[in-house]
């Protein structure tokens, strides 16, 4: 059974920034794309950032040469380095692997 557990979420002031860790169990991972997404209280989960197999990165326009996604094969994990963090960057963060999600990190933009 695919698991993946995020974690790194929490409060953060404009400008700054925070680092999401998400760590699959129960599959290698070097075979497949992974991405984030992110959901804001009454919004539709929104797609952030993908990694392919291949290591290619894609971004949402509303992140990009904001974050920068990476993977880690060997350690089954992908991160999510987020900078120059706005307010709009607030919602809960969610890794996903093929069909599998994870629980979500609630990442906070505020002074």
């Known amino acids: 059974q695919v698991q993946l557990v995020e974690s790194g979420g929490g409060l953060v002031q404009p400008g700054g920034s925070l680092n999401l860790d998400c760590v699959i169990s129960?599959?290698?991972?070097?075979?497949?794309?992974i991405s984030w997404f992110r959901q804001a209280p009454g919004q539709q989960r929104l797609w952030v950032a993908l990694?392919?197999?291949?290591?290619?990165?894609h971004y949402a326009e509303a992140v990009k040469g904001r974050f920068t996604i990476s993977r880690d094969n060997g350690k089954k994990s992908v991160s999510l380095h987020m900078q120059r963090m706005i307010a709009e960057d607030t919602a809960v963060y969610f890794c996903?692997?093929?069909?599998?999600w994870g629980q979500g990190t609630q990442v906070t933009v505020s002074s």
């Open positions: 129960g599959s290698d991972i070097s075979a497949y794309d």
């Open positions: 996903k692997m093929r069909a599998s």
């Open positions: 990694i392919g197999a291949d290591g290619m990165e």
